[in-house]
């Protein structure tokens, strides 16, 4: 069933308008006249509204009653995406996380490496702004779960390796270093859940490399152009979710 989406809560009683794209498509159907009843999705919420008014250029509803959920519950045993992603400046980093929320990333960790452009300190600070920017990319995407995003660590630190620890999946390491690599398509395989580390615009310094190789990742090489930083992410998270079916 296709519903009228609208991107924020409701609640019984609230009186509101469709959007200008779904009010467009009501009234040149013709279809659909005041009093009639329509279902709307709210977020993650499945509405029973009536109809109040309809003119040239807007339709006014009522919302009268939920009537059930616009998503499934999610599946414990769902493959996971996480992006370990070293920080970034602001507009590249905030366009990052919008992207990988909109394609359903599991986690993301802000990591400090050796070339990243902001300090773990200071990324500290933006964390109930990149919240934010994540909420915000799930309503307009109608994700109904979030990724869980990670106070940023501090690469060389023993709370990042500890974390790491504790989240499943094939450990690849995205890099453009003189290194032995493997191809993503050797390694990307139906079903797996992946943590993908993703370095800075400068590259991964050589100790850095040396703390992915304890921590098991396998280092992996990208035929074609050399991907952005932002761009990554997008990538590779959107090939794992072809590969499964959800894009």
């Known amino acids: 069933m296709n519903y009228c989406y609208i991107p924020h809560?409701?609640?019984?009683?609230d009186i509101l308008n469709l959007s200008d794209s779904d009010s467009d498509i009501i009234i040149k159907k013709g279809e659909i006249q005041p009093e009639d009843i329509i279902e709307i999705?709210?977020?993650?919420?499945?509405?029973r509204a009536q109809v109040t008014f309809i003119n040239k250029s807007s339709v006014e509803i009522k919302i009268l009653e939920q009537v059930g959920s616009?998503?499934?519950?999610?599946?414990?045993?769902?493959?996971?995406?996480?992006i370990v992603q070293?920080?970034?400046n602001d507009s590249k980093f905030n366009?990052?996380?919008e992207k990988i929320t909109e394609i359903g990333v599991s986690n993301v960790i802000p990591i400090e490496s050796k070339y990243s452009l902001l300090k773990r300190s200071a990324a500290i600070k933006k964390f109930g702004l990149w919240r934010k920017i994540i909420k915000d990319a799930a309503e307009q995407s109608?994700?109904?779960?979030?990724p869980y995003l990670y106070k940023p660590f501090k690469i060389s630190s023993q709370r990042f390796s500890d974390e790491i620890?504790?989240?499943?999946?094939?450990?690849?390491?995205?890099?453009?270093?003189?290194?032995?690599?493997?191809?993503?398509k050797e390694l990307i395989q139906k079903n797996n859940s992946y943590i993908i580390a993703i370095g800075p615009e400068k590259g991964w310094h050589s100790k850095d490399h040396e703390i992915f190789e304890d921590l098991n990742f396998r280092k992996v090489s990208m035929k074609g152009n050399i991907l952005r930083t932002e761009t990554a992410a997008i990538v590779v998270a959107s090939i794992i979710k072809f590969m499964n079916g959800e894009i």
């Open 142 to 146: 109608r994700n109904p779960t979030l």
């Open 165 to 184: 620890s504790t989240i499943p999946g094939e450990r690849i390491c995205l890099t453009t270093e003189a290194v032995e690599t493997k191809s993503l």
């Open 9 to 13: 809560k409701v609640k019984p009683g």
């Open 70 to 82: 616009g998503f499934p519950a999610p599946e414990s045993s769902k493959p996971q995406i996480t």
């Open 95 to 97: 366009y990052f996380l």
């Open 41 to 47: 999705q709210a977020l993650t919420q499945i509405y």
């Open 86 to 88: 070293s920080i970034s």
